[in-house]
Protein backbone atom coordinates (compact mmCIF):
# COMPACT_ATOMS: atom_id res chain seq x y z
CA UNK A 1 0.00 0.00 0.00
CA UNK A 2 1.13 3.83 -1.04
CA UNK A 3 0.76 6.57 1.19
CA UNK A 4 0.85 10.40 0.91
CA UNK A 5 1.44 13.26 2.69
CA UNK A 6 0.79 16.07 0.29
CA UNK A 7 3.00 15.40 -2.84
CA UNK A 8 5.18 13.58 -1.15
CA UNK A 9 5.21 9.66 -0.89
CA UNK A 10 5.44 8.20 2.66
CA UNK A 11 6.06 4.94 4.04
CA UNK A 12 3.45 2.72 6.21
CA UNK A 13 5.85 3.74 9.38
CA UNK A 14 6.16 7.41 8.35
CA UNK A 15 2.07 7.05 8.21
CA UNK A 16 1.55 5.26 11.53
CA UNK A 17 4.13 8.07 13.48
CA UNK A 18 1.88 10.76 12.16
CA UNK A 19 -0.68 9.08 13.90
CA UNK A 20 1.41 8.55 17.12
CA UNK A 21 2.71 12.43 17.62
CA UNK A 22 3.73 15.30 15.14
CA UNK A 23 5.28 16.76 18.21
CA UNK A 24 8.13 14.76 19.23
CA UNK A 25 9.76 13.99 15.46
CA UNK A 26 9.56 10.81 15.65
CA UNK A 27 8.31 11.15 11.57
CA UNK A 28 11.49 13.57 10.72
CA UNK A 29 13.87 10.64 12.54
CA UNK A 30 12.39 8.44 10.21
CA UNK A 31 12.62 10.33 6.96
CA UNK A 32 16.43 11.67 7.75
CA UNK A 33 17.78 7.94 8.85
CA UNK A 34 15.58 5.72 6.70
CA UNK A 35 13.07 2.72 8.00
CA UNK A 36 15.83 0.20 8.85
CA UNK A 37 18.14 2.64 11.11
CA UNK A 38 15.00 4.17 12.73
CA UNK A 39 13.81 0.71 13.72
CA UNK A 40 16.72 -0.19 15.52
CA UNK A 41 16.44 3.51 17.02
CA UNK A 42 13.46 2.72 18.65
CA UNK A 43 14.68 -0.74 19.45
CA UNK A 44 17.90 0.79 21.43
CA UNK A 45 15.91 4.08 22.50
CA UNK A 46 12.27 2.97 23.05
CA UNK A 47 10.64 4.32 26.31
CA UNK A 48 13.78 6.79 26.67
CA UNK A 49 13.86 10.48 26.57
CA UNK A 50 16.28 12.19 24.56
CA UNK A 51 17.69 15.23 24.73
CA UNK A 52 19.51 17.07 21.57
CA UNK A 53 22.07 19.72 21.98
CA UNK A 54 21.91 22.57 19.66
CA UNK A 55 24.62 23.28 17.89
CA UNK A 56 26.02 25.87 19.55
CA UNK A 57 26.41 23.44 22.59
CA UNK A 58 27.81 20.49 20.28
CA UNK A 59 30.01 23.16 19.12
CA UNK A 60 30.75 24.17 23.08
CA UNK A 61 31.48 20.90 23.80
CA UNK A 62 33.71 19.78 21.31
CA UNK A 63 36.04 23.01 21.49
CA UNK A 64 35.99 21.93 25.29
CA UNK A 65 37.39 18.18 24.67
CA UNK A 66 39.85 20.03 22.12
CA UNK A 67 41.32 21.72 24.74
CA UNK A 68 41.47 18.69 27.17
CA UNK A 69 42.80 16.90 24.70
CA UNK A 70 45.78 19.77 23.95
CA UNK A 71 46.10 19.67 27.43
CA UNK A 72 46.04 15.98 28.66
CA UNK A 73 48.72 15.79 25.48
CA UNK A 74 51.34 18.22 26.84
CA UNK A 75 50.70 18.89 30.45
CA UNK A 76 53.01 21.69 31.34
CA UNK A 77 52.12 25.50 31.70
CA UNK A 78 53.63 26.25 27.97
CA UNK A 79 50.40 24.54 26.69
CA UNK A 80 48.37 25.80 29.28
CA UNK A 81 49.50 29.10 28.23
CA UNK A 82 48.75 28.52 24.37
CA UNK A 83 45.53 27.40 25.21
CA UNK A 84 44.34 30.58 26.88
CA UNK A 85 45.68 32.60 24.30
CA UNK A 86 44.05 30.02 21.49
CA UNK A 87 40.16 30.05 23.22
CA UNK A 88 40.28 33.52 24.58
CA UNK A 89 39.37 31.37 28.03
CA UNK A 90 40.84 32.65 31.39
CA UNK A 91 43.65 30.18 33.06
CA UNK A 92 41.28 29.59 35.11
CA UNK A 93 38.58 28.53 33.18
CA UNK A 94 40.98 26.48 31.15
CA UNK A 95 41.95 24.28 33.89
CA UNK A 96 38.50 23.53 35.31
CA UNK A 97 37.29 22.88 31.86
CA UNK A 98 39.70 20.36 31.69
CA UNK A 99 39.14 19.27 34.75
CA UNK A 100 35.14 18.69 34.62
CA UNK A 101 36.34 16.94 31.06
CA UNK A 102 38.97 14.60 32.72
CA UNK A 103 36.46 13.70 35.17
CA UNK A 104 33.20 12.90 32.94
CA UNK A 105 35.70 10.84 30.84
CA UNK A 106 37.43 8.85 33.36
CA UNK A 107 33.75 8.11 34.87
CA UNK A 108 33.14 6.43 31.37
CA UNK A 109 36.14 4.85 30.59
CA UNK A 110 37.53 6.87 27.92
CA UNK A 111 41.06 8.10 27.45
CA UNK A 112 43.47 8.97 24.32
CA UNK A 113 44.52 6.43 22.46
CA UNK A 114 46.36 6.17 18.90
CA UNK A 115 43.99 6.40 16.02
Not at 96 to 103: G, L, T, V
Amino acid sequence: MRYRRGDKPITDIQAALLLYSEIEYLYEFCEIFGKKSFLKFIDVFSGQVIRVPSREELREQMEHVSIWTRYKTNHNKYELSDIVKDTGYTRKEVLAIYSEIDNKFKSMGIKLGEM
